[in-house]
Every structure is written in structure tokens, then in C-alpha cells.
């Protein structure tokens, strides 16, 4: 059996490794055409800041590798530029030579990724604007650094200019992780960050009381933001930099632009093989990753995929389902039964020491579909037990069915430990597992680790009290003319108050029960809402309407960050 892989990296290259691990017979051919396999896209952001010293470090496996420990015959510089679907061909075009030869496969597979999106603005082609894709793409942004314009290159520490101009200035263009990732690392290099984003808020698969966490924690590091415009075009300044123009009118000068605008899968071998292509513009493959043409097999950004909870065609970019993509086809390939289950979208980052992660579906995306049988939590535990030193708080939203509490998403942002909260989240999700299995979840436990009641069981613990009646809920957003308790110390409400609520601690509920409305419903409010929900179960027992609010003032506060916006953080 001969096989041709296109695309040498995270699903390619996974994909040529177990196909060789199952079948030592078969012949396996794997294209790429840049001048490396198997390099680490993900850390590139991490080079562009120096955080990864060596291009070296990048190139995870190397073609020899291939060759010696696997029998693949790896061809880079090797650009596959047409099939023919019928005659099981391919042509290969020797990107440093320009031959072009032609390939018989009795299997094909496709994972030639994702195509940076780059507009045909005005200026795009000036020197100084990047992509972040490739190990290329990044040489030329530190050469660029280095020596790219006058500035850059240290000519003004002679003239005296930089008194004038102390700062080297970036633009960012894209709020998604690949531009924040490389925008935290222009800091770290000492530039003026400028991020540019048309939408509102920066993360789309995040909530946007959650995205607006992130954004303060970019402005609190430096990074301007200017959320809700669009690049325009690109025009030459003085000394080799570049002005910046928006929809607004305003104009951002820059030494460098960084264009993070999003990817499209690169589908130009699917049509010349025309092989179904879905409404997202992706590759359509079945749950064994085979096209419409039963040879053909495709993985990784390339695809559409199968939403996991919504059951929805979507385009989802990320490396861990392309190289579980490319294990299934090498598996399928070899006549073995794998199938791939979805992709939940589980994703994480970190940014200046917080971490934001997230599995699974937003409310935004709930929302957007009409789908009204959901209930949202907010919760703010502790990353591992409170009396043990260095402890931090999670902001943790958690969403699940009110009908019968399966584990929706859920999204988490702090500085410590959002990784593995995320990380069982999204294996619970997978298993189709509800609420309750949460509160039953064992997870390992020592105070430097975590809590007895992990903030994961913690979770399920809250969401199974709401959808058991024990804790009915409210939230900010429902709440109109109702009657707020808030059962906060009085001293706590010097800091933070809400006005026309009335106040009486939680330790004297008991005795001042009196003077509460029996006739209203009581939404009760305290810091995080653990105080709220005791007085909700005091009052509920005493015949009284009540209902804690989610979150308590630290929900409150994120709402306050999004009434306000991220333009004036
Ligand atoms: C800067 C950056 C940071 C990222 N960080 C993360 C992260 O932290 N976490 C995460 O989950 N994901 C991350 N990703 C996304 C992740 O890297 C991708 O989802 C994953 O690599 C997709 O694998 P793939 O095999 O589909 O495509 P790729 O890994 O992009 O590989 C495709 C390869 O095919 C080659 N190719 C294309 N066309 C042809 C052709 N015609 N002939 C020959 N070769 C061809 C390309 O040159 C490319 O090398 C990041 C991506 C980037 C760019």
C-alpha cells in the first residue's frame, strides 16, 4: 500500500508515525512544503518574545528522524499543487528547483492546515506587516526586530531621537490567542502594544464577562486596546515605519504589524480533487476522517468538525484534535476501527501569569442558537486550599442543562491551576457526564494541590443544589426592581455597596427576619455568593421567597467591567 501524507506537522506528521507504527509494510510518503516537519506552531508566539532562545527548540522531530526511526520518506520543500481523484495521482512540485513530478497513492491524506487570513488592504504588501504561522514567519519577525527600520535598528540611539520617540511601537491586528500570545510577547522585547480587534472582545469562544477579565489584565500590562475597529489599510511613514488606518479615521503608527485576523482551511487541493466541502468552508469528512472520495482522507484545520455538544459543522483550530485526527486515519488506513468523537473546542492561555481556559459551549453560542434549556453558575474558589500560602481565586462559570444537568461548558480564568480545572471539565464533557457526576468526581488533594471539595466537585455541588431546588438562583442581568439582601459585613460595604439593597449580616438573619418583605422575592447577595447561599437556605425555611444571586459582588464586578467596555478600562 503506497500512502501520500500532505502536510508535515501536527496531523500529517501524527498520522505518518502510527500509520508506520501499524504497518511496517506499507510505503509513506509525507509532503510539506515549508522547509520543516513537525515544528511547534504553538510555541512560535514564545520565540517572537525570546522566551524560546533557540529557533532549534521550535523543530520538535526532524526529517532524519522520519527517515531513520520510521521509513518515511519526508520530502520538504515539497509542494503538492494538484490531484487527480480519478487516476489516484498527485503532483509534487520541488519548491527550490520548480520540478514538478507526479505521484500514484492507492491512500491520500490531506492536512495541509489552515491559510493565515490576509485581506487585499491597501499597503498589505509593505515591509514590517506578519503573519505568526510558520518557523519562517517568525525569522523574518525577529530579523525585523532586529534590523527591520531605522529605529529598530538602534541608528536613533545616535541622534538623540529617542528622547523624542522612546518607544518601539507594535500593532496587533486580532484578538484571538495567536494575537495576544505574540502581544504579550512584544511587551516582553519593550514595545508599545497597540491590539486592534473589530469585535467587542477579545477571545470569541469566551463569554464576554469573562473575555473582559483578560482585557483588563492586558491594559494592567501595558497593552493598549482598541477594541470594536477594523484595519483599513496600511501606508508607508517616515523611517520605514507604518501608519496604521481604521474604519474610525484614527491612524496607529507602527514598527511592526502583527496580523492575527483568523485562518481559513486551506481547501486548494480539495477542489482541484473536488471532494465535499462543507457551509464552513472546510474539508466535510466522516467521524473516520474519509472525504467524499473513499481514498482521500483529510485532518486537522482543514476539516469541518462535528461541535461535540451542539452537533454543529464548525471550523475549530487546535493541535490536539488534528494529531488525534491524523492517529484516526493512520488507524482507519491500516483497517482498524477508530472514529473521532468531535471536538469540544477545549482550549487555554496564558498571559502574563493569568491563565483563561475553556471546554465545551459559551452562553454566547447557546444564545445564539435559541437554546433556553441551560443554567449558568459563577463561582469563585480557591485554587487550592485557602490556609495554604499562594492560593488564588478561580472565576469559574460552569454551564449545564436544566432539564437533566448534563455538563455543557465551562470556562475558568485565574493564576494558578486553571489547566487541570479545565482539563477534568472537558474529560467529564466528553464521557457526556452531568453535574452529578461532578459532586461525585475524585480528584487528588493535598492543601499545596487543591481543596477536599475540589473547585471541580465544588461545581457540580452548587449547579446539583440549583437544579435541586436547595439554592434557587438568580443573576445580575435578571434582576429589575427586586428586593436585595445583602448579607455582607458592614464594613465589607465601604468598599463595594449596591445601592437601594438592604443590609443585615449573615450571622444576624436569624434575629432580624422581621424586617424582610414576606411578599417579594428576596435576592440575596454577599462577596462570592457561598454567604448568600447559606442566608437563601435560612430564609427559604422561614417561608420566605428567596433566591441567591450567582457570582454575589464578584459577578457583579465583571458585569461592571463589561457595562463599562474594554476601551475604558
Ligand atoms: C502561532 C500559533 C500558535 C498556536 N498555538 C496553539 C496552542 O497553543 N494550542 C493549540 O491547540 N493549537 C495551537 N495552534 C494551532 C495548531 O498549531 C493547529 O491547529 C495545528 O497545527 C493544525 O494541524 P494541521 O496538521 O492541520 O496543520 P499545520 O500544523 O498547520 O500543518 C500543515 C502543514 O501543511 C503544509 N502544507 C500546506 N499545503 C501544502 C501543500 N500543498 N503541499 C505540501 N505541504 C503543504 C504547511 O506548510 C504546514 O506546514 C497554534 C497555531 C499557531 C500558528
Known amino acids: 500500500m503506497k500512502v501520500i501524507i500532505v502536510g508535515g506537522v501536527a496531523g500529517g506528521a501524527s498520522c505518518a508515525a502510527r500509520l508506520r507504527r501499524l504497518d511496517e509494510k506499507a510505503e509513506i510518503i509525507m509532503v510539506e512544503k515549508g522547509p520543516f516537519v513537525s515544528y511547534a506552531n504553538c510555541g512560535l508566539p514564545y520565540y517572537v518574545g525570546g522566551v524560546i532562545e533557540k529557533e532549534s527548540s521550535l523543530l520538535v522531530a526532524s526529517e532524519q528522524l522520519f527517515r531513520s526511526q520510521f521509513n518515511i520518506d ?65 525569522s523574518a519577525i525577529t530579523e525585523w526586530i532586529e534590523k527591520g527600520n531605522p529605529f529598530l535598528a538602534g541608528m536613533y540611539r545616535y541622534s538623540g531621537f529617542q528622547a523624542v520617540r ?56 501595558g497593552i493598549k486596546l482598541a477594541m470594536g475597529d477594523a484595519v483599513t489599510g496600511f501606508e508607508k511613514a517616515a523611517n520605514g515605519a ?8 484614527k491612524i496607529y503608527p507602527a514598527d511592526i504589524v502583527i496580523l492575527a485576523i483568523g485562518v481559513r482551511p486551506d481547501t486548494m487541493l480539495a477542489k482541484a480533487a473536488e471532494l465535499e466541502i462543507g457551509e464552513r468552508g472546510g474539508i466535510r469528512v466522516d467521524e473516520h476522517m474519509r472525504t467524499s472520495d473513499p481514498n482521500i482522507f483529510a485532518v486537522g484545520d482543514v476539516v469541518e468538525v462535528k461541535d461535540y455538544v451542539t452537533e454543529e459543522w464548525s471550523l475549530i483550530a487546535l ?88 455538563l455543557l461548558g465551562a470556562q475558568a480564568l485565574g493564576m494558578d491551576n486553571i489547566d487541570k480545572r479545565i482539563s477534568a471539565f472537558a474529560a467529564y464533557l466528553q464521557m457526556g457526564a452531568s453535574i452529578y457526576d461532578l459532586e461525585e468526581a475524585e480528584l487528588c488533594y493535598a492543601p499545596q494541590f487543591g481543596s477536599a471539595k475540589d473547585p471541580v466537585n465544588f461545581a457540580g455541588m452548587v449547579a446539583a443544589d440549583v437544579l435541586g431546588g436547595v439554592m434557587p438562583l438568580s443573576h445580575w442581568e435578571e434582576l429589575k426592581d427586586g428586593f436585595v439582601l445583602d448579607v455582607r459585613e458592614s464594613f ?25 418583605p414576606a411578599d417579594q422575592e428576596i435576592h440575596v447577595i454577599c462577596r462570592s455568593g457561598q454567604r448568600a447561599y447559606m442566608a437563601t437556605r435560612i430564609l427559604l425555611q422561614n417561608g420566605f421567597n428567596a433566591k441567591t444571586i ?15 467596555g474594554p476601551n475604558e478600562l
Open 550 to 564: 450567582s457570582g454575589g459582588m464578584l459577578s457583579k464586578a465583571q458585569n461592571y467591567l463589561l457595562e463599562i
Open 319 to 406: 493541535a490536539n484534535p488534528a494529531n488525534r485526527q491524523g492517529r484516526i486515519a493512520a488507524d482507519v488506513i491500516a483497517g482498524r476501527k477508530s472514529s473521532y468523537r468531535g471536538t469540544q473546542g477545549t482550549a487555554i492561555i496564558g498571559l502574563f501569569g493569568g491563565t483563561a481556559a475553556w471546554t465545551g459551549v459559551s452562553e454566547t453560542t447557546l444564545n445564539r442558537l435559541g437554546d433556553t434549556d441551560y443554567e449558568k453558575i459563577y463561582l469563585y474558589p480557591n485554587s487550592h486550599a485557602g490556609y495554604y500560602p499562594g492560593a488564588h481565586p478561580i472565576a469559574m462559570k460552569v454551564l449545564f442543562r436544566k432539564s437533566d444537568g448534563r
Open 74 to 138: 519526508v520530502r520538504t520543500n515539497c509542494e503538492a499543487i494538484d490531484i487527480s481523484a480519478k487516476e489516484k495521482t498527485i503532483q509534487l512540485k520541488n519548491v527550490e528547483t520548480g520540478e514538478v513530478t507526479t505521484e500514484a497513492y492507492d491512500k491520500l491524506v490531506l492536512s495541509p492546515g489552515a491559510k493565515a487570513i490576509r485581506p487585499p488592504f491597501p499597503g498589505i504588501e509593505l515591509p514590517g506587516i506578519f503573519h505568526v504561522r510558520t518557523v519562517p514567519d517568525v
Open 492 to 516: 465589607e460595604l465601604t468598599v463595594e455597596n449596591v445601592s437601594g439593597a438592604t443590609n443585615i449580616p449573615l450571622g444576624q438573619l436569624r434575629t432580624r427576619l422581621n424586617e424582610l
Open 166 to 221: 522612546p518607544k518601539t511601537r507594535a500593532v496587533v491586528v486580532g484578538g484571538g490567542f495567536i494575537g495576544l500570545e505574540t502581544a504579550e510577547n512584544l511587551i516582553h522585547r519593550g514595545f508599545e502594544v497597540t491590539l486592534l480587534q473589530n469585535s467587542p472582545h477579545v477571545l470569541a469562544p469566551l463569554d464576554p464577562e469573562n473575555s473582559t477579565i483578560v482585557e483588563t489584565l492586558l491594559k494592567r500590562n
Open 242 to 249: 507604518i501608519n496604521v488606518q481604521t474604519k474610525s479615521g
